[in-house]
C-alpha cells in the first residue's frame, strides 16, 4: 500500500551543525507534505508544511524540500540546537487533509 | 489551558477490560483525530470526525474499537475487550478547519495504555 517511510533511524549532530532529515513518500497523490516534531513524553507539534505544487519552503531555521520527481522530502534545521532533540515525523496528506499518513519517524540527538 | 487536553494520561488495565479514553480538543475546533503510537513507531490513524460529517473510522483496527464525539466537542474514544496488542500511546488532535496553518493538527500529550 502507499506509505511514507524515514531514511535515517537516527541523527546525531554537534551543536552548532546543520541538520538534515529525509523522508521518502509513495502516494503520488498527496497534495501536501508536513513535518511535525515530537519530544519524549508530548504529543507532535507541527513545525513546517509544503504543498506539492511548491518545491522549498523556509520557516524559522527550518527549510523543506520538496523532490517531486524522486518522491522525496527534507527537513533542514540550521545551526541545530540541543533544545531540537526530538523525534522527527513526516506526513503527508490529500488535499483536504482529512487524514495525515505519518512515517515512522527519525530520532535527532544534539550534542552540546 | 487552551489546548488538547486528554485524559486519563495513564491507564493500566486488565486484558479482557474495557477502557475509555478521553479529549477536549480546543474550542472552535471543527476537526477531531485520534491516532496510535506504538513504542518507537509512527502515528497510526485511527478515526477522524469533521463537524456534523460522519466520521470516517477507516483506521480503526477492529470491532473492539469504538469512538464518538459528542455535541462536536468532547469525543471518547472506547476500546472494549482490550488486547495486550492495544498497548499504545492515544493521541488526539483538533485542528481548525477555517483558518490556521495548513497541515497543523494540534496535537494532546496522549493516553498511555498498558493492558497486562
Known amino acids: 500500500g502507499e506509505s511514507v517511510g524515514l531514511h535515517l533511524p537516527t541523527l546525531s549532530v554537534q551543536e552548532g551543525d546543520n541538520s538534515i532529515i529525509n523522508c521518502a513518500y509513495s502516494?503520488?497523490?498527496?497534495?501536501?507534505f508536513i513535518w511535525y516534531k515530537q519530544e519524549s513524553g508530548k504529543g507532535p507539534q507541527f513545525i513546517i508544511d509544503?504543498?506539492?505544487?511548491?518545491d522549498k519552503r523556509q520557516g524559522q531555521r527550518v527549510t523543506v524540500l520538496l523532490n517531486k520527481t524522486v518522491k522525496h522530502l527534507s527537513l533542514q534545521i540550521a545551526a541545530t540546537q540541543p533544545g531540537d532533540s526530538a523525534v522527527y515525523f513526516c506526513?503527508?496528506?490529500?488535499?483536504?487533509?482529512?487524514?495525515?499518513?505519518f512515517g515512522k519517524g527519525t530520532m535527532l540527538l544534539v550534542s552540546p | 489551558g487552551a489546548g488538547v487536553s486528554q485524559s486519563p494520561s495513564n491507564k493500566v488495565t486488565e486484558k479482557g477490560k474495557d477502557v475509555e479514553l478521553r479529549c477536549d480538543p480546543i474550542?472552535?475546533?471543527?476537526?477531531l483525530y485520534w491516532y496510535r503510537q506504538s513504542l518507537g513507531q509512527g502515528l497510526e490513524f485511527l478515526i477522524y470526525?469533521?463537524?456534523?460529517?460522519?466520521?470516517?473510522k477507516s483506521g480503526l483496527p477492529s470491532d473492539r474499537f469504538s469512538a464518538e464525539r459528542t455535541g462536536g466537542s468532547v469525543s471518547t474514544l472506547t476500546i472494549q475487550r482490550t488486547q495486550q496488542e492495544d498497548s499504545a500511546v492515544y493521541l488526539c488532535?483538533?485542528?481548525?478547519?477555517?483558518?490556521?496553518?495548513?497541515?497543523?493538527?494540534?496535537f494532546g500529550e496522549g493516553s498511555r495504555l498498558t493492558v497486562l
Open positions: 488532535a483538533s485542528r481548525p478547519i477555517a483558518g490556521g496553518t495548513t497541515g497543523e493538527l494540534f
Open positions: 502516494n503520488s497523490a498527496s497534495d501536501y
Open positions: 509544503i504543498r506539492s505544487n511548491m
Open positions: 506526513a503527508e496528506a490529500a488535499s483536504g487533509y482529512s487524514t495525515l499518513t
Open positions: 474550542s472552535g475546533h471543527t476537526a
Open positions: 470526525f469533521q463537524g456534523n460529517s460522519a466520521p470516517d
